[in-house]
């Protein structure tokens, strides 16, 4: 049995670790500081951390790689097109690569980075998505790197994913984003409902991880740009209509960065 727990860092990342109960073995997934792992390790010292997985360069994601590294002597897996610290394996598009028994699809996700990749498997009872920077719960990451067109398609290929998939990504930005949202879709019930939820789960400090893509292809205008009321708030922001869905997620991510 694999299970996912999230250990907070800085101000608002989580780093994903996963354990296999019965091996007593451990992976992480985007450690940007090592403390909260090493913490960890030392809080449950029959553990064994063997596998550190990296989404994309940024520091807030590697910064804890080379300490861990050297710690445990983990196999660090990260996109092949990005300077990973320390990295054992490099990762190209469509490739797979195995942690603690599950078998991981590597997905390359230019956008937020050229070379980001997502990590998807299908060998847990729900699929699971670990998504770095690219899906946010209710929103995406900026665009520090790639295209509209490029982050338009790789959210476009996350959509595709079974709607079960548990979405793990690496920020709390979940009410922010469902702020957003809410001035995008001001009607949509699901929006509604979420930002209740998640404003009462947030005071009480609470995680409001994972998502599923079931509930981001209601309440995530990133993922809604077929939606025709989603449109008509992009042309007004942009003050001209919006031809085709990757101008109207660039109109909306230039509005986020805005808001």
């Known amino acids: 049995m694999i299970q996912i727990v999230a250990l907070p860092a800085f101000s608002d990342n989580y780093i994903w670790l996963l354990q296999d109960t019965a091996k007593r073995q451990c992976a992480v997934v985007d450690p940007g500081d090592a403390e909260p792992v090493v913490a960890w390790l030392q809080a449950n010292p029959d553990?064994?951390?063997?596998d550190i997985l990296i989404t994309h360069h940024h520091h807030d994601h590697v910064g804890g790689v080379e300490r861990l590294k050297q710690l445990?002597?983990?196999?660090?897996?990260?996109?092949?097109?990005?300077?990973?610290p320390a990295r054992d394996v490099a990762l190209?598009?469509?490739a797979q690569v195995t942690a603690l028994g599950l078998t991981f699809q590597v997905?390359?996700?230019p956008?937020?980075?050229l070379g980001h990749i997502a990590y998807f498997t299908e060998q847990t009872p729900t699929p699971v998505l670990f998504s770095?920077?690219?899906?946010f719960a209710?929103?995406?990451g900026r665009l520090f790197e790639g295209t509209p067109e490029q982050m338009h398609q790789s959210l476009e290929r996350l959509a595709a994913l079974p709607r079960d998939t548990e979405v793990y990504c690496a920020h709390e930005y979940t009410l922010s984003n469902l702020r957003f949202a809410k001035a995008v879709e001001p009607a949509n019930p699901h929006v509604i409902q979420r930002f209740d939820e998640v404003t009462r789960l947030r005071a009480e400090d609470r995680i409001t991880l994972p998502s599923t893509i079931a509930l981001e292809r209601l309440t995530n205008p990133f993922l809604r740009t077929t939606e025709t009321s989603v449109k008509q708030k992009a042309d007004e922001w942009k003050g001209h209509s919006n031809e085709g869905q990757a101008a109207v997620f660039?109109?909306?991510r230039s509005w986020k960065d805005r808001f």
Do not use: F, K
Request: aromatic share 2%; glycine share 14%; proline share 3%.
């Open 111 to 113: 956008g937020h980075t």
């Open 92 to 94: 190209e598009d469509n």
């Open 132 to 135: 770095g920077d690219t899906l």
């Open 72 to 84: 445990t002597g983990a196999r660090v897996s990260g996109p092949a097109h990005e300077q990973i």
């Open 47 to 50: 553990w064994v951390l063997q």
């Open 250 to 252: 660039a109109a909306l």
């Open 138 to 140: 209710a929103g995406c």
């Open 107 to 109: 997905m390359a996700m």
